[in-house]
């Protein structure tokens, strides 16, 4: 089946510590995106890219990091130096950079501070 | 800012009743969204509207869009259980290359 796969599930991370999301798609979309969602509100755009190679700051890209070596793959890195990382964070895909088309998205990551 | 704002925050109400969630946005739109999110998972599209558009259906679902009054709503008829999620608005504002997604209506639909 096609989709969207975000691992792990649930992740720690430790006081000064880099932790990377991973994203893959097999959709053939060319088009992916990262939201950081907090409890009880809706999302907020990261980072997006229409296009290997490429990508633009969301609204919140402050404290991370991302990279777009392969079509499939999008991951998030979230550096130490973004003070509040504790939220769900959810991958989603494009089939072209339009905003008229739906948004395929994973299941996310939890992301917690030990 | 919040392009979209949903209203209400929370509604609860019996299986099989009817269930209507508002969206209002501030600026002109392309199209707008309705996603659903069941806890703890990502969101799932359901239905897009595009600014031309008043009203769309989909199986148990309606969509209107108001654009004089820049606000959309989503009705879901016969309601069932498994209908008992958060639902979101999404807006393309003219020119922005993203979506912007409302805070959501968490909807339980009890039995």
């Known amino acids: 089946d096609g989709g969207i796969t975000q691992s792990p599930k649930y992740l720690f991370r430790k006081e000064g510590q880099n932790v990377t999301l991973s994203c893959e798609q097999n959709l053939n979309h060319d088009a992916m995106y990262w939201y950081r969602q907090d409890p009880g509100q809706g999302l907020r755009l990261i980072y997006y890219s229409q296009i290997v190679n490429d990508f633009q700051k969301g609204d919140i890209a402050e404290g991370y990091s991302v990279s777009r070596e392969k079509k499939e793959s999008f991951p998030l890195t979230v550096t130490s130096a973004q003070k509040n990382p504790t939220a769900f964070y959810l991958c989603?895909?494009?089939?072209?950079?339009?905003?008229?088309?739906?948004?395929?998205f994973g299941d996310g990551t939890r992301l917690s501070i030990l | 800012s919040q392009q979209g704002e949903e209203d209400p925050q929370a509604l609860s109400i019996q299986e099989g009743e009817n269930a209507t969630m508002n969206c209002s946005y501030k600026?002109?739109?392309?199209?707008l969204q309705w996603y659903r999110q069941n806890s703890g998972r990502g969101l799932v599209h359901l239905i897009l509207?595009?600014?031309?558009?008043r009203e769309k259906h989909s199986g148990r679902l309606r969509v209107t869009l108001d654009t004089s009054k820049k606000s959309s709503s989503l009705l879901i008829t016969a309601s069932r259980a498994a209908d008992t999620a958060s639902y979101f608005c999404a807006t393309d504002a003219w020119g922005a290359q993203k979506l912007v997604f409302g805070q959501g209506t968490r909807l339980t639909i009890n039995p």
């Open positions: 600026t002109s739109i392309n199209n």
């Open positions: 509207i595009r600014s031309n558009e």
């Open positions: 989603a895909s494009t089939l072209g950079a339009g905003m008229d088309q739906p948004q395929h």
